[in-house]
Each structure stands twice: as C-alpha cells, then as structure tokens.
Nanobody, 121 residues
Framework: QVELVESGGGVVQPGGSLNLSCVSSGRDFSRYSMGWFRQALGTERELVAAINWRGASTHYADSVKGRFTIARDDDRATLYLQMNALKPEDTAVYYC??????????????WGQGTQVTVSS
C-alpha cells in the first residue's frame, strides 16, 4: 500500500519561504514521477510542479516559475518543494502526488493528506 505523508506547511508572511516535504512508502519511489498540487478554497486542484524519475526533468506552473523548486531524494524516498518569495495567492492546501509512470504526463494516482500553506501579513 502506497502512503504519502507531507509536512512543512504553515503560516508565513509575504516574501517568506517554506520547504515542504513528502515521504513515500510502499513502492520503489525512485522508479516513478512525483508532483505537488495545490487547492485553494473554491478552486480546482492544480499542478504546481512535477519531477520525472531520477529527476530527469521538471515542470512548473507559470505562476510559480522562478520562485518554487521541486526536488527528490531517492535514497530517502522523499519529495521536496522549496517555496520562495511567497505571495498571498499561494495560500492553499498543498498535496503530494505519486505518478503512475516514469514521466509525470501520464498522470498521478496516489495522494497525500495535504498540508496547509497560508501566506498572510
């Protein structure tokens, strides 16, 4: 059974930083793509960033390019999202997602429980 557990959310002022983590268990983490999604109140869940197996390539939503960095540590089966220069519009619940293949374009099947990120002064 695949399990994804996020941590690192919280409340931060505009311009601040947070680093989210997601620990995976139940399958060979290194063989699959991973992603981070977010969902703000009243909106649909959106893909924020994704990374293919072995970190071969990454993808970012236009709204976070240059501010967020996705990374993976296959030895620790952990996914990260470094978020800098945070804006109030980044406020959302952030979800870790497990891909079904080596490349993220194929899709995601496993989800974490989510971690709240609130950007407010």
């Amino acid at each position: 059974q695949v399990e994804l557990v996020e941590s690192g959310g919280g409340v931060v002022q505009p311009g601040g930083s947070l680093n989210l983590s997601c620990v995976s268990s139940g399958r060979d983490f290194s063989r699959y793509s991973m992603g981070w999604f977010r969902q703000a109140l009243g909106t649909e869940r959106e893909l924020v960033a994704a990374i293919n197996w072995r970190g071969a390539s990454t993808h970012y939503a236009d709204s976070v390019k240059g501010r967020f960095t996705i990374a993976r540590d296959d030895d620790r089966a952990t996914l990260y999202l470094q978020m800098n220069a945070l804006k109030p519009e980044d406020t959302a619940v952030y979800y870790c997602a497990g891909g079904v293949a080596r490349t993220y374009e194929v899709g995601f099947h496993w989800w974490g429980q989510g971690t709240q990120v609130t950007v407010s002064s």
